[in-house]
């Protein structure tokens, strides 16, 4: 199985901070990688997938670099709607993985 | 809008059968999707079950694949996933989710909780 690592696991920050977090394969994925946002309570919802593609109806503050076995996931100035915590996911091979996820909160 | 609704016992005991539907609307089931299970045990972060395709192919998680079957009803626009010898470690949240041609996990259901429990 391919192993999916993110980095931080949390984050503290404020309203229109830039905010980047980084995930990384333990192999090679090409740009199968996905992002996805699970605010609490609710399903996971699709942000970037193909490592920079923003998914219809998602801010364009949210943006995916990346290739290989490297990828950055950056919101360029974080809403209140924002906190919540992120996951990696990697749709090269099955099984699918998910990162552990990364929880951004309120500083 | 495509939606997704997951249905299904809340409470199922050890050793038994975890059995669950998706009923998907706004889309016909044999589209050219991939329809597919995630589950998230509480507290806890995301696996990947399996997914099925509308002619019946599938591609299962190996660290399940003994006791997992999905399956797809043209018939009432909704799939389903059966989890055999369900243990207290497969209780958590189960969504349903779509993947369509080029966009994966596109929609998901709200989710729905199953406790394993006698």
């Known amino acids: 199985d391919i192993q999916m690592t993110q980095s931080p696991s949390s984050l503290s920050a404020s309203v229109g901070d830039r905010v980047t977090v980084t995930c990384r394969s333990s192999?090679?994925?090409?740009?199968?990688l996905n992002w996805l946002q699970q605010r609490p309570g609710k399903a996971p919802k699709l942000l970037i997938y193909?490592?920079?593609s923003l998914q219809s109806g998602v801010p364009s503050r949210f943006s995916g670099s990346g290739s290989g076995t490297d990828f950055t996931l950056t919101i360029s100035s974080l809403q209140p709607e924002d906190f919540a915590t992120y996951y990696c996911?990697?749709?090269?091979?099955?099984?699918?993985?998910f990162g552990p996820g990364t929880k951004v909160d309120i500083k | 809008q495509v939606q997704l609704q997951e249905s299904g016992p809340g409470l199922v005991k050890p050793s038994g059968t975890l059995s669950l539907t998706c009923a998907v609307s706004?889309?016909?089931?044999?589209?050219?999707?991939?329809w597919g299970w995630v589950r998230q045990p509480p507290g806890k972060g995301l696996e990947w079950i399996g997914e099925?395709?509308?002619?019946?192919?599938?591609n299962y998680n190996p660290s399940l694949k003994s006791r997992v079957t999905m399956s797809v009803d043209r018939s009432r626009n909704q799939f389903s996933l059966k989890l055999s010898s369900v243990t207290a470690a497969d209780t958590a949240v189960y969504y349903c989710?779509?993947?369509?041609?080029?966009?994966?996990?596109?929609?998901w259901g709200q989710g729905t909780l199953v406790a394993v429990s006698s």
């Open positions: 989710a779509r993947t369509s041609q080029f966009i994966p996990f596109d929609y």
């Open positions: 706004g889309v016909s089931i044999s589209s050219s999707n991939w």
């Open positions: 099925v395709y509308d002619g019946g192919s599938t």
């Open positions: 192999q090679t994925i090409s740009s199968s």
């Open positions: 193909g490592a920079s």
């Open positions: 996911q990697q749709s090269y091979s099955i099984p699918f993985t």
